[in-house]
């Protein structure tokens, strides 16, 4: 199958091939002139009317050599120019990447913390759902607002985190930073509920 697709000619490309145009019918000329015999009238006339041919191809090889030099300059100058701009640009995107692996290396470890804490949560409340005796509730209404101070902290650092990532232009991080800071406030209300609920019960006993 015939590919139908063909990358433009660059101007450099251009005249490289009128180079090797004028170089190749250069070489045919003078391949000409050295098989033809000048001993007759005929033959001295064809190698005459060769060698004018010899001299215009020959200016056109000079010019397509000159023509040639000139791109090739261009070319490095531009490529010169191509360069300045990418030492300016790595720059910014390695600066952009370490922000993000830094981002993300924070909701990482946030979401690792969570972990731990959602676990004590569900501790929490699979021991509230039985029978305890007075000593263990006790001990749930005074250990349960420390994890709720720590779930706050969360939720300030999984907010910072949705600021960043929305500042950066970070989407997905952005939402996944929030969707985790609105689950850590959902989680503190329904431990500060347990806790009230806990005293409320322990009051009642009195």
């Given amino acids: 199958m015939k590919n139908e697709f063909q990358a433009p000619v660059t101007e450099l490309g251009k005249v490289a091939l009128l180079l090797d145009k004028n170089l190749d019918r250069f070489n045919q000329l003078v ?3 050295e098989r033809t ?6 033959g001295l006339e064809r190698a005459i009317e060769i060698l ?16 040639l030099g000139k791109s090739l300059d261009s070319t490095r100058q531009q490529n010169e120019r191509a360069e300045a701009l990418l030492s300016q640009i790595l720059p910014k995107i390695q600066e952009r990447k370490d922000k993000e692996d830094q981002l993300m ?4 470890l946030l979401g690792s913390t969570v ?5 004590a949560v569900s501790e929490f409340r699979s021991i509230s759902s039985q029978e305890i005796t007075e000593e263990d509730r006790n001990q749930l209404v005074h250990q349960i607002p420390e994890v ?19 500042t950066s232009n970070m989407k997905s991080l952005e939402k996944n930073a929030d969707s985790m800071r609105k689950s850590l406030a959902a989680a503190r209300n ?3 509920l347990l ?4 005293k409320s019960e322990a009051q009642s006993l009195h």
């Fill in 31 to 33: 391949t000409e002139l």
């Fill in 37 to 42: 015999s000048f001993e007759s009238d005929k």
């Fill in 52 to 67: 004018k041919s010899v001299d215009e191809t020959r200016t056109d090889l000079q010019h397509s050599m000159v023509n």
């Fill in 105 to 108: 290396e924070r909701f990482q």
């Fill in 115 to 119: 972990s731990k804490i959602n676990n």
């Fill in 148 to 166: 709720s101070k720590q779930l706050g902290i969360l939720v300030d650092e999984a907010g910072k985190l949705v600021t960043e990532a929305k």
């Fill in 190 to 192: 329904r431990l500060d």
């Fill in 195 to 198: 806790c009230n609920t806990q």
